[in-house]
T-cell receptor
């Protein structure tokens, strides 16, 4: 079985400040990890994914995440927040194959001008 | 870029009515999924479908739910007799061979 835990249901940052959204995973086998973003009243957009290649993964809109096996973490970062980054972010895990994706509870990011 | 599409974007129905939510997965994808997100809650897995049969289903996916791939392009979720608690955003997803699932924009279902 696999699961992800997102610490902090709400995160507020100032425009231009570092964004750090935390995600820890639990998996019995090497997982595939994802970050999805959901803008208000919209669907789920893939931000980035870890698939056992490079541990530092770059995604769209300047986001990146680092897979740390020793810490079972896959935190999402962005050096400088933009107003348009305000959205809900979901960390997710799958074991591959036809396996389902298991989502975290989500973190709502607020960007303060 | 290919994308998953879903229709309708919004659906309002009366309790006890049947609804069919439609999805068109990305054309060369082989695995299909339905998820739902109740307002304010996390996204939950409902069912996966491969080679014209259900691969896995969650405890949410009871006898009131069914899925079908009626032709080479559509993938549908039917709820036979809707309940108030079925009100949610329903997402379709598809994938090819690799691990990444691509999600559609969702159908917001409201049961009155």
């Amino acid at each position: 079985a696999q699961s992800v835990t997102q610490l902090g249901s709400h995160v507020s940052v100032s425009e231009g400040a570092l964004v750090l959204l935390r995600c820890n995973y639990s998996s019995s086998v090497p997982p595939y990890l994802f970050w999805y973003v959901q803008y208000p009243n919209q669907g789920l957009q893939l931000l980035l994914k870890y698939t056992s290649a490079a541990t530092l993964v770059k995604g769209i809109n300047g986001f990146e995440a680092e897979f740390k096996k020793s810490e079972t973490s896959f935190h999402l970062t962005k050096p400088s927040a933009h107003m348009s980054d305000a959205a809900e972010y979901f960390c997710a895990v799958t074991l591959g194959g036809y396996q389902k994706v298991t989502f975290g509870t989500g973190t709502k990011l607020q960007v303060i001008p | 870029e290919p994308e998953v599409t879903q229709t309708p974007s919004h659906q309002v129905t009366q309790m006890g009515q049947e609804v069919i939510l439609r999805c068109v997965p990305i054309s060369n994808h082989l695995y299909f999924y339905w998820y739902r997100q109740i307002l304010g809650q996390k996204v939950e897995f409902l069912v996966s479908f491969y080679n014209n049969e259900i691969s896995e289903k969650s405890e949410i996916f009871d006898d009131q739910f069914s899925v079908e791939r009626p032709d080479g392009s559509n993938f549908t979720l039917k709820i036979r007799s809707t309940k108030l608690e079925d009100s949610a955003m329903y997402f379709c997803a598809s994938r090819e061979h690799q691990e990444t699932q691509y999600f559609g924009p969702g159908t917001r279902l409201l049961v009155l």
